[in-house]
Structures are given as structure tokens and as C-alpha cells.
Nanobody
Framework: VQLQASGGGSVQAGDSLRLSCAAS????????MGWFRQAPGKEREFVAS????????NYAGPVKGRFTISKDNAKNTIYLQMNSLKPEDTAVYYC?????????????????WGQGTQVTVSS
């Protein structure tokens, strides 16, 4: 499967952005998906994940209550709605996929990665 992330940009603190990740290939419905981010000089870190059906989600502590992950199996797309953005949210955001019925949170758990989209939040 190939993943294409989009929707990043430069915003002010407190603003919102919605990231999208479109998947090509077959059997998207059977894929667990996740969002990760990587700031300059830091390791890639988990942001949010969603299971194959879209009914189970998990979030990293710093984004819980501000970010929402969703999955549209009809459109082969996942989304990350990011509200109340903070400067510390600045990073390149990546989407990831693995054909699995589990809810996956680790970088090492995913097989496929998108190219990343830059999110910059200024104070």
C-alpha cells in the first residue's frame, strides 16, 4: 500500500489543522493506521492510532483531548484533526499502516509509511 499525507502548514498557536492520509492499494479496510511525528533532532514519536474498523483509537498523552484520529474506509483515507495547536506540536507528521486487526502504537509495528507533511506552529 502507498500512503500520501497532506494538510500540513504554518499556523498560530491555538489554531487548528486537519491532516489527511490517502492510501492506494487494496484491502484498506483491513489496515490499522497511525500518525507519528518527528521534530528536528528528535526521534519519531507516536501521536495517534486507529484500528482497522475505526472503532478503537489511542492517543499519546500530549495530544489527548486536542487531536482526533478518524478512518474513512470508503475513501481509503485517515484524518488527524488537530485543535488548540501548540508550538511543541511543530514537526513533520507521518502516517503509517499495517494490515492488522490490532490497535498499534509503536513505530516498529508499522510496515508502510507516508512521506510526511510539515506542521509549524508559532507562538
Amino acid at each position: 500500500v502507498q500512503l500520501q499525507a497532506s494538510g500540513g502548514g504554518s499556523v498560530q498557536a491555538g489554531d487548528s489543522l486537519r491532516l489527511s492520509c490517502a492510501a492506494s492499494g487494496r484491502a484498506f479496510r483491513s489496515y490499522a493506521m497511525g500518525w507519528f511525528r518527528q521534530a528536528p533532532g528528535k526521534e519519531r514519536e507516536f501521536v495517534a492510532s486507529i484500528n482497522w474498523s475505526g472503532l478503537s483509537t489511542n492517543y499519546a498523552g500530549p495530544v489527548k483531548g486536542r487531536f482526533t484520529i478518524s478512518k474513512d474506509n470508503a475513501k481509503n483515507t485517515i484524518y488527524l484533526q488537530m485543535n488548540s495547536l501548540k508550538p511543541e506540536d511543530t514537526a513533520v507528521y507521518y502516517c503509517a499502516a499495517r494490515q492488522s486487526r490490532a490497535l498499534l502504537s509503536g513505530v516498529e509495528a508499522y510496515d508502510y509509511w507516508g512521506q510526511g507533511t510539515q506542521v509549524t506552529v508559532s507562538s
